[in-house]
């Protein structure tokens, strides 16, 4: 069985400050890992995915995150904020090479501040 | 590339009545759909797993006579919310995946339901 625990419901951040989303996962086998963006009344946007190759996975507008085993995590990135940032943000994890259905994190709103 | 598509974006309706929500794979070919309820501020709740050409997988305490759905092709997935009551109101997506196990789920933009 997998599980995804996200640490904070609310982020807050300043433009141009670094951007830290926390995601830790359980998994009886070797996960995949992803991220997804949510803006308002819209659906989910792939920001990157961890497939048991490179640890630290680029993915769009900026964003990275580092798969780290001996600590369950696998946080999401972005050195420099920017207002179009703002949005809710999901961690999701996948069994079995990705043949597993996902299962969520409950989710971090990132709110960005002039 | 990978474009999932839903419609409608918004539907209003009376209750009683049955509601179809589509979800089309544009440029590849979903062997699995699957879809998602969402309720204000939470996250996504998986319903139900749909492969091409079989029955959908009902996740446990979703009622499978409430949300009909049909993956008739490699490219359509519909969900029918049948007799729908105020209680169903809320966000619902769908996914779409490829034919290899590691690529990622592609969402719709979802469909808001409100049932008055």
């Known amino acids: 069985a997998q599980s995804v625990t996200q640490l904070g419901s609310h982020v807050s951040v300043s433009e141009g400050a670094l951007v830290l989303l926390r995601c830790n996962y359980s998994s009886s086998v070797p996960p995949y890992l992803f991220w997804y963006v949510q803006y308002p009344n819209q659906g989910l946007q792939l920001l990157l995915k961890?497939?048991?190759?490179?640890?630290l996975v680029k993915g769009i507008n900026g964003f990275e995150a580092e798969f780290k085993k001996s600590e369950t995590s696998f946080h999401l990135t972005k050195p420099s904020a920017h207002m179009s940032d703002a949005a809710e943000y999901f961690c999701a994890v996948s069994g079995l090479r990705g043949f597993q259905k996902l299962v969520f994190g409950t989710g971090t709103r990132l709110l960005v501040s002039p | 590339g990978a474009v999932v598509s839903q419609h409608p974006s918004w539907v209003i309706c009376k209750s009683g009545t049955s509601v179809k929500i589509e979800c089309r794979s544009l440029?590849?070919?979903?062997?699995?759909m699957f879809w998602y309820r969402q309720f204000p501020k939470q996250s996504l709740m998986l319903m139900a797993t749909s492969n091409e050409g079989s029955k959908a997988t009902y996740e446990q305490g979703v009622e499978k006579d409430k949300f009909l759905i049909n993956h008739a092709s490699l490219t359509l997935s519909t969900l029918t919310v049948t007799s729908a009551h105020p209680e169903d109101s809320s966000f619902y997506i769908c996914?779409?995946?490829?034919?290899?196990?590691?690529?990622?789920?592609?969402f719709g933009d979802g469909t808001r339901l409100s049932i008055l």
């Open positions: 961890y497939t048991s190759a490179a640890t």
């Open positions: 996914s779409a995946r490829g034919e290899t196990g590691n690529q990622p789920q592609h």
């Open positions: 440029d590849f070919q979903a062997t699995t």
